[in-house]
């Protein structure tokens, strides 16, 4: 692959898995009904995608 169609891959892995991950807290949060819960999942994931950013870089 080269460069463009990488950037092109990891732009719409980001985008499917933002959307998945607001799914996953919306569905959390409706299921649970607990703040914490959805919290620190929530803080789970932002770091997680905090680091693929940071190498992406």
């Known amino acids: 692959?080269?460069?463009k169609e990488e950037t092109v891959v990891i732009v719409a892995l980001c985008v499917v898995a933002?959307?998945?991950l607001i799914l996953i807290a919306l569905l959390?949060?409706?299921?649970l009904k607990d703040e914490c819960a959805k919290d620190t999942e929530l803080?789970?994931?932002t770091i997680c995608i905090?680091?693929?950013e940071k190498e992406g870089e």
């Open 1 to 3: 692959m080269n460069k």
């Open 18 to 20: 933002s959307s998945m």
């Open 28 to 31: 959390t949060s409706i299921l």
């Open 43 to 45: 803080s789970k994931w």
């Open 50 to 52: 905090r680091k693929i």
